[in-house]
T-cell receptor, first 117, second 111 residues
Framework: EAQVTQNPRYLITVTGKKLTVTCSQN?????MSWYRQDPGLGLRQIYY???????DKGDVPEGYKVSRKEKRNFPLILESPSPNQTSLYFC????????????????FGEGSRLTVL | SQQGEEDPQALSIQEGENATMNCSYK?????LQWYRQNSGRGLVHLIL?????REKHSGRLRVTLDTSKKSSSLLITASRAADTASYFC???????????FGAGTTVTVRA
C-alpha cells in the first residue's frame, strides 16, 4: 500500500530536549516536504527536498533542521524545541512534475502532534 | 507565504444540499489543487486544475478556476455526512517547489 509514515504520532516533550520526527514514503517520490498546521493559519511549509542531499527552506524554517540521506526518508529535527513549536506536523511527498511540484498531487502522512512544555 | 484564502471559514449544510467554497489567491499560478482533511488526519488530494483549464469534475465535485479574478470554487453536490471535513486549496505560484495552502473551509453536513 502506498503510504507516507510519520513517527511518533503524538509526543509531549520539554523545552530544549532534542527530538526527531521521522517520515518515510514507499512510493519512490523525489519530492518530500514538512508542514506545520496551526489553528487559523493553514499549513505552512517548513522545509522541502527535491531529491537525496537536496534540501531547501520553506516559509517557516527557524528552529528546524532536516536531512535527506536516502530517497525514502526525510526526518525533521528540532534541536532545542520551544513552546511555540507546539503544533501538528505533516510530512508529504510527491513525484516531481516537469512544471513543478504543483502539477502533481501531494501524499500526506497522518500527522504528528507535538506539544512542547 | 500563504497564497490562497478560502471563504467562508465555516459552512453548515443539511445532508443532500450542495456546498460551495471559494479560494482566492494573490499571484499568477500554474496549478490549483483542492484537498480534504478529516478531523486531525492527513490531507487527501481531491482534484487538480491547471491554469489553462476553467472547469473540472470528479464524481460529486466540481471545481472552477477564473484566472482573471484569481479565484477558484469547489462545489460538492448532494452532500453526505462523510463530506464533513476541512477543505483546503493549494497553489503553486511559479515553477518552483512550494505548494502554498490556505487556512481552509470547515464544512459540517447535518443529518
Amino acid at each position: 500500500e502506498a503510504q507516507v509514515t510519520q513517527n511518533p504520532r503524538y509526543l509531549i516533550t520539554v523545552t530544549g530536549k532534542k527530538l526527531t520526527v521521522t517520515c518515510s514514503q514507499n512510493m519512490n517520490h523525489e519530492y518530500m516536504s514538512w508542514y506545520r498546521q496551526d489553528p487559523g493559519l493553514g499549513l505552512r511549509q517548513i522545509y522541502y527536498s527535491m531529491n537525496v542531499e537536496v534540501t531547501d527552506k520553506g516559509d517557516v524554517p527557524e528552529g528546524y533542521k532536516v536531512s535527506r540521506k536516502e530517497k525514502r526518508n526525510f526526518p525533521l529535527i528540532l534541536e532545542s524545541p520551544s513552546p511555540n513549536q507546539t503544533s501538528l506536523y505533516f510530512c508529504a511527498s510527491s513525484w516531481l512534475g516537469v512544471a513543478g511540484v504543483g502539477s502533481r498531487e501531494l501524499f500526506f502522512g497522518e500527522g504528528s502532534r507535538l506539544t512542547v512544555l | 507565504s500563504q497564497q490562497g484564502e478560502e471563504d467562508p471559514q465555516a459552512l453548515s449544510i443539511q445532508e443532500g444540499e450542495n456546498a460551495t467554497m471559494n479560494c482566492s489567491y494573490k499571484t499568477s499560478i500554474n496549478n490549483l489543487q483542492w484537498y480534504r482533511q478529516n478531523s486531525g488526519r492527513g490531507l487527501v488530494h481531491l482534484i487538480l486544475i491547471r491554469s489553462n483549464e476553467r472547469e473540472k469534475h470528479s464524481g460529486r465535485l466540481r471545481v472552477t478556476l477564473d484566472t482573471s479574478k484569481k479565484s477558484s470554487s469547489l462545489l460538492i453536490t448532494a452532500s453526505r455526512a462523510a463530506d464533513t471535513a476541512s477543505y483546503f486549496c493549494a497553489t503553486d505560484a511559479s515553477n518552483d517547489y512550494k505548494l502554498s495552502f490556505g487556512a481552509g473551509t470547515t464544512v459540517t453536513v447535518r443529518a
